[in-house]
């Protein structure tokens, strides 16, 4: 009976592990496989040094996993995952804003991580905690709640119910809406990724202030348009699925150009 009883409570704790760790993992590894698909043969050369044979989606979700690590070793890159702006109506006092800035965030750490993978100086495993780094958080520039507000944690104090289900404004841009699709990572690769290469190359150009401008654009949007205490279904689907997804196939698209850039 005790041994029954062991198995139970371990497979409940199983369970809840899995279930922590099932939020926020399809979105990222969607942005890798998109960028897997537009590497350069250079590119694909020198990150097979780096990470061998393994897939960008792979390392997709490390720096999230690693927020359970109980050591602190990881607990100064809790902030990289996101850059504060208040609300700002054109890219001129955007880029102002954002370079204001002070301490590590995302746009900070997205040109460090970008530089220490292209400086030859830098140790094999240095690089590929850094790419491990840099292919999660370009994913994050693209999820709009990440370039939010800071009174309201980007949508984290939000609180709003998705289908009679409690959950706030940033868990629902980070899982709920992607998930609702029920697709895989896979399958949400294979129909996102069928732009032309003159469009790829369109989403591609500019560069990193102009994007998480373009992602601080949607999340005043998203603001504007989300209640606190809200009750949505179906129809926040049809209002913000295609938000959802055009900021997933431009994270990948932008992912592959800076790693062919820098590599």
Do not use: C
């Amino acid at each position: 009976m005790r041994k029954i009883l062991f198995n139970l409570v371990l497979l409940t704790a199983v369970s809840a592990s899995n279930l922590m760790y099932s939020y926020g993992v399809t979105g990222h590894r969607v942005v890798a496989d998109i960028a897997e698909n537009h590497l350069t043969g250079k590119a694909k050369r020198h990150l097979k040094k780096i990470i061998g044979d393994q897939k960008l989606a792979y390392w997709a979700n490390w720096p999230d996993f690693i927020k359970s690590d109980t050591t602190g070793v990881w607990k100064h890159t809790d902030q990289w995952h996101y850059v504060n702006i208040n609300p700002q109506d054109n890219f001129k006092s955007f880029s102002g804003s954002l370079k204001a800035q002070t301490g590590p965030n995302l746009y900070t750490q997205i040109k460090t991580l970008s530089a220490q993978i292209k400086d030859k100086k830098t140790s094999a495993k240095d690089r590929e905690i850094a790419l491990r780094f840099l292919i999660h958080l370009v994913g994050d520039s693209s999820q709009p709640m990440h370039v939010g507000r800071a009174e309201d944690l980007g949508g984290n104090r939000i609180k709003l119910k998705f289908f009679g289900e409690n959950t706030n404004l940033h868990s629902l841009w980070d899982s709920k809406l992607i998930d609702f699709q029920k697709y895989s990572y896979s399958e949400y690769t294979m129909l996102l990724d069928v732009k032309s290469k003159e469009e790829v190359k369109k989403i591609q150009a500019g560069t990193l202030e102009e994007w998480l401008y373009d992602s601080h654009q949607s999340a005043n949007k998203i603001y504007a348009n989300t209640l606190m205490d809200g009750s949505y279904a179906y129809d926040y689907n049809y209002k913000y699925a295609d938000l959802m997804e055009r900021q997933l196939l431009y994270g990948g698209l932008r992912l592959a150009k800076i790693l062919n850039d820098i590599l």
